[in-house]
């Protein structure tokens, strides 16, 4: 009995050691997450709603529900997913060039509204400006002039390569407020940047509105495009380079009365074939089609549009059923189109279709340039975007 007794003492010492070496293990996997400014998963600390900002790396989403503050640059690395859903809000604090959205190569974006439930990306900032934040960037694997890769204007980031149908992901009802933050006269952002983004892309259905520089450009890339509307922009409405090859279909245009706040060289459509026309022999050259543009100036600012479109150095581009529309008292540009420029005249296969009305817009003052590029102005207007209030009504912008 003493024996039997000694050993069920034994066994209950056996077993005591065992449960405090579970317990001491469990507490070492217990372990308190330390920031890092890497978002790997949707519990990673780093995911703060009031502190967006880091590197994604893994799937992430925000959601709708949750009141999000942009706080720092958010960037989708490598092999990164970010979903927003519709209906999410993003505040962007007004903190210049250090507040933005990239998407990096091989990174994808799944920012899909609904026309009853948009994505919107603003300022936080309880008395808004232009340039509060800097704007949402893509970065594409698809052929950039001279078909190298390059780094962006802005914060350095990669894009271009080889593959034309690259895949950045889907955005879809995105609005876009205050955007295009400064870092110099020369490097700027804008509302919407495509840097070398393929054809796999789709984007639909983006309003940017006041935006500090131009509400869409394009650095190369094969990337199409539909329903872009460009409310007050300081600078261009609509603007390419480096080879873009893509499609755009109904670009609307406005800059309203008492917007008078524009750079030093506005346009409505500016196009380059290749990056400051310091590679003009390289290929490709930019050759866009644009379809349905309808530009709309009621500034009455004396240098409110140097150019309604100028499309020089290289770039060849079609445009049909553009049309124009300048209030009576606003000012003449510079040129109606312009396709000359002392960097490289547009290519001769550029083909312009528009028509114009306003009482000091010249639709004869046009320069088809050394390359004679086609400039026609069709006997009757064109309609340019066909009911844009009912196109762009998801935005809740009524001044049409």
Same mark, same amino acid.
């Given at each position: 009995?003493?024996?039997?007794?000694?050993?069920?003492?034994?066994?209950?010492?056996?077993?005591? %050691?065992?449960? *405090?070496?579970?317990?001491?293990? +469990? /507490?070492? $996997? =217990?372990?308190?997450?330390?920031?890092?400014? !890497?978002?790997?998963?949707?519990?990673?600390?780093?995911?703060?709603?009031?502190?967006?900002?880091?590197?994604?790396?893994?799937?992430?989403?925000?959601?709708?529900?949750?009141?999000?503050?942009?706080?720092?640059?958010?960037?989708?690395?490598?092999?990164?997913?970010?979903?927003?859903?519709?209906?999410?809000?993003?505040?962007?604090?007004?903190?210049?060039?250090?507040?933005?959205?990239?998407?990096?190569?091989?990174?994808?974006?799944?920012?899909?509204?609904?026309?009853?439930?948009?994505?919107?990306?603003?300022?936080?900032?309880?008395?808004?400006?232009?340039?509060?934040?800097?704007?949402?960037?893509?970065?594409?694997?698809?052929?950039?002039?001279?078909?190298?890769?390059?780094?962006?204007? %802005?914060?350095? *980031?990669?894009?271009?390569?080889? +593959? /034309?149908? $690259? =895949?950045?992901?889907?955005?879809?009802?995105? !609005?876009?407020?205050?955007?295009?933050?400064?870092?110099?006269?020369?490097?700027?952002?804008?509302?919407?940047?495509?840097?070398?983004?393929?054809?796999?892309?789709?984007?639909?259905?983006?309003?940017?509105?006041?935006?500090?520089?131009?509400?869409?450009?394009?650095?190369?890339?094969?990337?199409?495009?539909?329903?872009?509307?460009?409310?007050?922009?300081?600078?261009?409405?609509?603007?390419?380079?480096?080879?873009?090859?893509?499609?755009?279909?109904?670009?609307?245009?406005?800059?309203?009365?008492?917007?008078?706040?524009?750079?030093?060289?506005?346009?409505?459509?500016?196009?380059?074939?290749?990056?400051?026309?310091?590679?003009?022999?390289?290929?490709?050259?930019?050759?866009?089609?644009?379809?349905?543009?309808?530009?709309?100036?009621?500034?009455?600012?004396? $240098?409110?549009?140097?150019?309604?479109?100028?499309?020089?150095?290289?770039?060849?581009?079609?445009?049909?059923?553009?049309?124009?529309?300048?209030?009576?008292?606003?000012?003449?540009?510079?040129?109606?189109?312009?396709?000359?420029?002392?960097?490289?005249?547009?290519?001769?296969?550029?083909?312009?279709?528009?028509?114009?009305?306003?009482?000091?817009?010249?639709?004869?003052?046009?320069?088809?340039?050394?390359?004679?590029?086609?400039?026609?102005?069709?006997?009757?207007?064109?309609?340019?975007?066909?009911?844009?209030?009912?196109?762009?009504?998801?935005?809740?912008?009524?001044?049409?």
């Amino acid at each position: 009995m003493k024996m039997l007794k000694n050993f069920l003492s034994y066994l209950l010492m056996i077993s005591a %050691v065992l449960a *405090f070496s579970s317990c001491s293990d +469990d /507490d070492d $996997d =217990d372990t308190t997450q330390t920031a890092d400014g !890497i978002i790997a998963s949707q519990d990673d600390v780093d995911l703060v709603v009031d502190k967006l900002q880091g590197e994604i790396t893994g799937d992430i989403t925000l959601a709708a529900s949750k009141s999000w503050i942009l706080t720092g640059p958010l960037v989708v690395s490598a092999g990164g997913k970010l979903t927003i859903e519709a209906g999410t809000t993003i505040k962007a604090t007004a903190g210049g060039t250090n507040v933005y959205i990239a998407v990096e190569k091989d990174a994808e974006i799944q920012a899909v509204g609904t026309a009853s439930a948009p994505i919107k990306i603003t300022s936080s900032a309880s008395s808004p400006e232009a340039g509060d934040w800097g704007g949402l960037l893509l970065m594409g694997n698809a052929t950039i002039t001279g078909g190298q890769s390059a780094v962006t204007e %802005v914060v350095d *980031f990669i894009y271009g390569g080889s +593959d /034309d149908a $690259d =895949d950045s992901g889907n955005i879809d009802y995105l !609005i876009l407020e205050y955007t295009g933050a400064r870092i110099n006269g020369e490097k700027e952002f804008n509302g919407l940047t495509l840097y070398g983004v393929g054809s796999g892309t789709s984007i639909s259905n983006v309003a940017v509105f006041y935006g500090d520089d131009d509400a869409f450009e394009w650095f190369g890339g094969t990337v199409n495009i539909s329903n872009a509307l460009a409310i007050n922009a300081k600078d261009d409405m609509f603007d390419w380079t480096q080879g873009w090859k893509g499609t755009a279909t109904n670009l609307y245009g406005k800059r309203e009365l008492g917007f008078d706040a524009v750079t030093a060289d506005p346009r409505g459509l500016e196009g380059d074939g290749n990056l400051d026309g310091l590679t003009p022999s390289l290929t490709p050259q930019s050759n866009p089609t644009i379809t349905n543009l309808t530009i709309v100036n009621n500034s009455t600012a004396a $240098d409110g549009m140097v150019d309604v479109v100028k499309i020089r150095r290289g770039s060849s581009a079609t445009v049909t059923n553009a049309n124009i529309i300048f209030s009576a008292n606003t000012p003449a540009p510079g040129d109606f189109v312009d396709l000359t420029d002392s960097a490289g005249d547009a290519a001769g296969t550029t083909s312009v279709n528009i028509s114009g009305t306003g009482a000091n817009l010249n639709t004869g003052d046009n320069k088809p340039g050394a390359n004679n590029g086609t400039i026609t102005i069709p006997a009757n207007a064109n309609t340019g975007v066909a009911n844009p209030g009912t196109l762009f009504s998801w935005t809740g912008y009524t001044a049409f």
